[in-house]
C-alpha cells in the first residue's frame, strides 16, 4: 500500500512498484483513510510519507502497528532531519528512505523491507544507532546491565546480532564471519527465540535500545 497525499508521486511510486512484479493493494493520500483501508486490504508492505493532510505519518505508523496484522512500514519522506528519522523508527517504522534515492535502490528497499531486513538510506542507519548509544549512556545502570537484565547470548551471537543491526544481509555477515549463509539464519533464530521476538526488525529495535551496537565512526 502507497500512502502519500502527492497524487504524482503516488501514482508513479505505486506504477514503479506494479511494473516490479508488487500488487499494490491501494494507493492513499490521507492517513486516516489509510488506516480504514489497511484493515481491509491487509497490506504486507506500506510506503508511507511523513508529511499527509489530516494525520502525521508517525502517527499513521504507530496505528499500523497497532493494527490486529500490523504490515511493515518503509517510509519514503523528502527529509532526512534527524528528529523526523528518529520519531518514525520509535513509531514502529522498519525503514526510512529520503525521495532522493534512485528507483533501484526504492525497490531494493521494498523488497529488503517485505523480508523482514531494516533499511535505511545510507548514513541514516548511523545517526539512528548513534542517538540510541547516546541514551542508553545517559540512562543510569543500562550499559552495564544491559547483557545482566536479559538471556544470555553467545559471543557469536552478539556479534552476529550487531551485525543485524547494522542492517547487514544475512550473506554479507556471513562473507565477514567466514559463515555459511544457514549459519548465520540459524545464529539469527537462536537469538530470536532466547529474546522471545518474533523478527529481524524486533531484534534491530533490541540491540539498539539496549546499547548492544558498536558504530564504526562514520
Do not use: C
Amino acid at each position: 500500500m502507497v500512502v502519500d497525499d502527492h497524487p504524482m508521486w503516488r501514482e508513479a511510486v505505486a506504477r514503479d512498484l506494479t511494473e516490479a512484479g508488487y500488487d499494490v493493494v491501494a494507493a492513499i493520500g490521507e492517513g486516516r483513510q489509510a488506516l480504514r483501508v489497511a484493515v481491509a486490504v491487509r497490506p504486507d508492505v506500506v510506503v508511507l510519507d511523513l508529511r499527509l493532510p489530516d494525520l502525521a505519518g508517525v502517527e499513521v505508523a504507530r496505528g499500523l502497528g497497532a493494527s490486529a496484522a500490523p504490515p511493515r512500514v518503509l517510509v519514503l519522506s523528502a527529509s532526512a532531519e534527524e528528529e523526523d528519522v528518529l520519531e518514525a523508527v520509535k513509531a514502529g517504522a522498519s525503514g526510512y528512505l529520503v525521495k532522493s534515492a534512485s528507483r533501484e535502490e526504492f525497490l531494493d528497499a521494498v523488497g529488503r523491507t517485505a523480508q523482514g531486513d531494516a533499511v535505511f538510506t545510507p548514513g541514516l542507519a548511523g545517526l539512528v544507532l548513534g542517538e540510541y548509544r547516546r541514551l542508553a549512556h545517559l540512562t543510569p545502570d543500562r550499559g552495564g546491565d544491559a547483557e545482566r537484565d536479559g538471556p544470555r547470548l553467545t559471543d557469536r551471537e552478539t556479534e552476529v546480532l550487531r551485525m543485524v543491526a547494522k542492517g547487514l544481509t544475512y550473506r554479507q555477515i556471513a562473507g565477514r564471519l567466514v559463515l555459511s549463509h544457514r549459519t548465520v539464519q540459524n545464529h539469527v533464530q537462536n537469538t530470536l527465540s532466547k529474546l522471545q521476538l518474533h523478527n529481524r526488525v524486533e531484534l534491530v529495535r533490541y540491540a539498539i535500545e539496549k546499547g548492544l551496537v558498536e558504530l564504526d565512526g562514520g
